[in-house]
Each structure stands twice: as structure tokens, then as C-alpha cells.
């Protein structure tokens, strides 16, 4: 399967927040009993460092996966273009990636 492509705009020094709904090849909601997600911006797809770790939780029976950064996270990003990704693991170790893109980080003007 492929992943989606959602690019995110991504305010510097803000709270960020977004649900995603998650489907399976028929287009029926996918049940996320048991899966973990992990979601990670990166400068690049090779690089070492992670930029930033989206907290997710995720809603078994709708499934929704809601990804959200705090804004001490998003204050710590350089703004620029990054890239970030989500693996889900279901409960037998399988991984597959369902989510893929764009990662913009725009500069705040206004700090306390």
C-alpha cells in the first residue's frame, strides 16, 4: 500500500494539531486495536537527526490518529522545509507506513 501525502504548515512557536482518519484498502475505517504510531520530522529522509517527534494518539474504533507537536516543540524547529512520516506497528510487529510528506515550518513574529 502506499502511504498519503499531506504536507503540513507548520507555525513556528504554536501549538500544532491535526486528526487524520485512517482507512484501509476498501475504504473502510481501520480498526487501530493494538497499533502504536511513531511520527518524525526530519531535515532530510537520511538524516540522523530528528528535528522534532510528533506526540499521537490514536482512536481504535474511529480510526483517527491525531498527531500534535507542543510549542516548545515547534519553537526548537528551525523554520524551513523538513519531511516527517507515520509508522504504525499493529500488534504483531508489523509495520507499515501510512502517512508521508512535507513538513513546513513558517517563522513567528510575535514571543512573549
Known amino acids: 500500500d502506499m502511504a498519503a501525502v499531506s ?12 486528526i487524520i482518519s485512517l482507512t484501509d484498502s476498501n475504504g473502510d475505517v481501520l480498526n487501530l486495536s493494538g497499533y502504536t504510531a511513531l511520527a518524525q520530522i526530519r531535515k ?14 490514536l482512536a481504535a474504533d474511529t480510526g483517527q490518529l491525531t498527531m500534535s507537536l507542543t510549542d516548545v516543540v515547534t519553537t526548537a524547529i528551525a523554520s524551513g522545509r523538513y519531511v516527517y512520516d507515520v509508522l504504525l506497528t ?11 510528506g512535507q513538513a513546513i515550518l513558517t517563522p513567528g513574529v510575535s514571543r512573549s
Open 44 to 57: 532530510t529522509y537520511g538524516s540522523t537527526t530528528i528535528a522534532g517527534t510528533f506526540t499521537t494518539s
Open 90 to 100: 499493529d500488534g504483531s510487529g508489523d509495520k507499515t507506513r501510512v502517512l508521508e
Open 7 to 18: 504536507n503540513f504548515y507548520i507555525d513556528q512557536g504554536a501549538d500544532f494539531s491535526t
